[in-house]
């Protein structure tokens, strides 16, 4: 009876575990032009290089979307420039070589609400402007957690996606999407969206049945020996 027991539990630990994937967020589903939905900001890198948060600053709200000043119309003063994220449209700030210390970034950012794996999903950021010629001036997209390094890092694209695993986050953990002028910001009118899912690691129904036969054999197993 014990080996029996100790067989049906190493069985039931064995079984795998369903792995149910749920949509946390979605860049273009969850913008709100006028106040960030729960758990999003809009941000700039106003005051140092990307990478790190203490430099990072809200983007303010013009009605249709937000950039470095909250009013209507672009370019905004330097440093802000053509700084913007909107539902359907995106631009980074300037270049070093157009007067400021560094590349500003658009930062779409969210902020996790409970621990587990998360995902990006139906992920796409596209060049946008038509007076761009093909694989010309590009951009930079860098995908960080909290202070942490680079999980993503691309330049030089047309158009990409960036479906990845970001991996274990805790609650209160923030994915930053950074989208850079990768060394100048022209024609640098883009078009983003992403999701992030997130698993919640259920046992299969299988497992809770083996698991329950096995403790209930094993409760006769002591009752018989009493
Ligand atoms: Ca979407
Ligand atoms: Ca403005
Ligand atoms: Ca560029």
New binding site residues.
Partial sequence: MRALFCLTLILSLLSPLSADLITIADYRDDFNPNTPSEGWAYLWNRDGVIGNTANYTALLSTGSGYDSNGVNGLPDPLPGRFVTLTQNFGHPGPAPAQGVGFDVHAIAAFTVDQAGEVFIANSNLSMTNGNRAVGS???ALLIHVNNGPAIFQQSGFDSTTFDISLGELETGDTVFVAIG??????F?GFALDFSLLQEEAVPEPSSWALLLIGLGLSGFTRRTAD
């Fill in positions: 001036d590009t951009l002028p990768n060394g100048s910001d022209f640098d």
